[in-house]
Structures are given as structure tokens and as C-alpha cells.
């Protein structure tokens, strides 16, 4: 996310600071309490209380809801980001596939060669598990880089609907 969006003052209440956001922005980097109280005390020449910032955090504190919508847009632009990177390589897989196939194999024992393919069909099966691909013995095989990104289009429509209804 665009910090320059996250320090914005048109949406934030009047008492929250740009320290409160910066605090949010380091919360969501997986930093401690003490971690974020040393952070900011370091950057703005304050003394910052470990203790005040766990309150800042905890629940119906100063900075819960600014924080879980922060978590959640920074969660939805990665989620997109990881998407977009995969529609580039999943297509690159196939050729990968043959490019291992052919590699060094010719001086490769029947025993050796059944062993290498077998560990490239397991870490293959093991990614199409991971993308949530599935293809029974008897289906129609589709495309599935279109099935897994409807997949994903249609989580993030879910997820969207249910942000734009809770008020």
C-alpha cells in the first residue's frame, strides 16, 4: 500500500498522528510491541512506551480498526500481486517440464531415470495440489489456470461483498 495513502488526513480521525500509522505499517511487518516502541522513539525523537503501544493494538484500542483494515487491503493487494505473478509463470511450466525431461537423462540408469521422473511428477502433483488443481481419472480436462483463477476472482468478489456490507 502507498504510504502516502496511509498518512493521508482525509479519511483519519483528528487525533490519530503519523506515528499511529507508522505503527500500523510496522505491526503489519510482523514487528513486536518493543520492536515498534524502540522504532518510533528511534524516528521521531520521542519516547515511545511499549505498554502504550500494545493498548494502541489490543481490542477497541486507538489503532485495532485502522489496523485490520490496513491488514486487509495490504492482504488483498498481495493476494493480487501473487496472482498476477502466477498467470505469468503456470504458463511456463509445461516447457520447464520437457526442459528437465531431456536434460542429462541420456547417461542416467533405468533405475535413476524411473527415480527422477518420478520426483518430478510428485513435486508437480505436490504445485497442482498447492494451487488447488484437481484432475479425476474420468473428467474432461479443462484448463485449469482458468479454473484456478476463477476460483480466485470469485473469492475476492466474496471477500469484496462482504467488506462493502459489513458497515
Given amino acids: 500500500m502507498n504510504p502516502a495513502k496511509l498518512h493521508s488526513t482525509k479519511n483519519r480521525p483528528a487525533r490519530l498522528k503519523k506515528h499511529h500509522f507508522r505503527a500500523v505499517e510496522l505491526r503489519y511487518e510482523g ?4 520492536e515498534i516502541s524502540m522504532r518510533l522513539s528511534e524516528e521521531l525523537q520521542h519516547d515511545f512506551k511499549e505498554q502504550t503501544v500494545k493498548w494502541w493494538f489490543m481490542s477497541y484500542g486507538l489503532l485495532e480498526e485502522l489496523y485490520v483494515d490496513y491488514a486487509r487491503k495490504e492482504n488483498d493487494r498481495r493476494r493480487q500481486f501473487i ?5 505469468k509463470l503456470i504458463p511456463l511450466i509445461p516447457k520447464k517440464y520437457n526442459e528437465i525431461i531431456n536434460r542429462n537423462t541420456s547417461d ?3 533405475a535413476q531415470l524411473t527415480s527422477y521422473h518420478s520426483v ?4 508437480l502433483k505436490d504445485l497442482c495440489e498447492l494451487l488447488n488443481f484437481k484432475v ?5 480436462i479443462t484448463d485449469p489456470l482458468d ?3 476463477d476460483r480466485a476472482e470469485a473469492e475476492l468478489d466474496r471477500e ?4 462493502n456490507r459489513s458497515p
Avoid at 514487528?31 to 518493543?34: A, E, P, V
Avoid at 496472482?83 to 498467470?87: D, G, L
Avoid at 479425476?136 to 474432461?140: A, K
Avoid at 469484496?160 to 467488506?163: A, G, N, T, V, W
Fill in 31 to 34: 514487528k513486536t510491541y518493543r
Fill in 160 to 163: 469484496e461483498k462482504e467488506r
Fill in 147 to 149: 479454473e484456478y483463477f
Fill in 108 to 110: 542416467m540408469t533405468p
Fill in 136 to 140: 479425476e481419472p474420468d473428467e474432461v
Fill in 83 to 87: 496472482i498476477e505473478e502466477c498467470k
Fill in 120 to 123: 518430478l511428477r510428485q513435486t
